[in-house]
């Protein structure tokens, strides 16, 4: 079965700050790989994706994740974090056919932005 | 590209009441969608498949009499939560698979916050 893990709950960043989310994944196959990002009370927006190929992958909004196959990690990372970045943030697997299209997703991480 | 809408937004009513939430992918024919449930604070959940023209698939613990998912065409799913108690109040999200009309998996709806009294 798939699973996914984020390590953090809550994160407090100050502006201009990097920021780095963990996330841990279980899959049987190679996985895709997601990280959505949710405002309060909106639906899920899709920062970026891995599928295949370059193991660093560029989101929107400046984000980057790196997948690290032997550490079964897809960490999200930003190198500035603007206050409208404080959101939750989901990482999620799945998506494929195998997993019959469906996604998995981590307990999310709360990211506060300090001026 | 690749919308789905959702409707409605928020709804309050009294307990006993069945709620109908609709899910529509406006520019690309779903053939699956999914529908999830999340509690404040927590992470999706996911309940339920929903296939076009065929009934839907339910994930363990789910009360398919409870909540009834109704996939007629090829851009509308629906999802009923009948009886409604407070302890269905949740933000409930659907989901549409794009079936390579996009490289996402899943389109996203904007939720639906539903409150029982």
């Known amino acids: 079965a798939q699973s996914v893990t984020q390590p953090d709950i809550h994160i407090t960043v100050s502006e201009g700050a990097s920021l780095e989310l963990r996330c841990n994944y279980s899959y049987g196959a190679t996985p895709y790989l997601f990280w959505y990002v949710q405002s309060p009370g909106q639906g899920l927006q899709l920062l970026l994706k891995?599928?295949?190929?370059?193991?660093l992958v560029q989101g929107i909004k400046g984000f980057e994740a790196e997948f690290k196959r032997s550490q079964s990690s897809f960490n999200l990372r930003k190198p500035s974090v603007h206050w409208s970045d404080a959101a939750e943030y989901f990482c999620?697997?799945?998506?494929?056919?195998?997993?019959?299209?469906?996604?998995?997703f981590g307990g999310g991480t709360r990211v506060l932005v300090k001026p | 590209g690749a919308v789905v809408s959702q409707h409605p937004s928020w709804v309050i009513c009294k307990s006993g009441t069945s709620v109908k939430i609709e899910c529509r992918s406006l520019?690309?024919?779903?053939?699956?969608m999914f529908w999830y449930r999340q509690f404040p604070k927590q992470s999706l959940m996911l309940m339920a498949t929903s296939n076009e023209g065929s009934k839907a698939t339910y994930e363990q613990g789910v009360e398919k009499d409870k909540f009834l998912i109704n996939h007629a065409s090829l851009t509308l799913s629906t999802l009923t939560v009948t009886s409604a108690h407070p302890e269905d109040s949740s933000f409930y999200i659907c989901s549409a698979d794009s079936g390579g009309y996009s490289n996402q998996p899943q389109h996203f709806g904007d939720g639906t916050r539903l409150s029982i009294l």
């Open positions: 520019d690309f024919q779903a053939t699956t």
């Open positions: 999620a697997v799945g998506g494929n056919k195998a997993a019959g299209n469906k996604l998995t």
């Open positions: 891995y599928f295949s190929g370059d193991t």
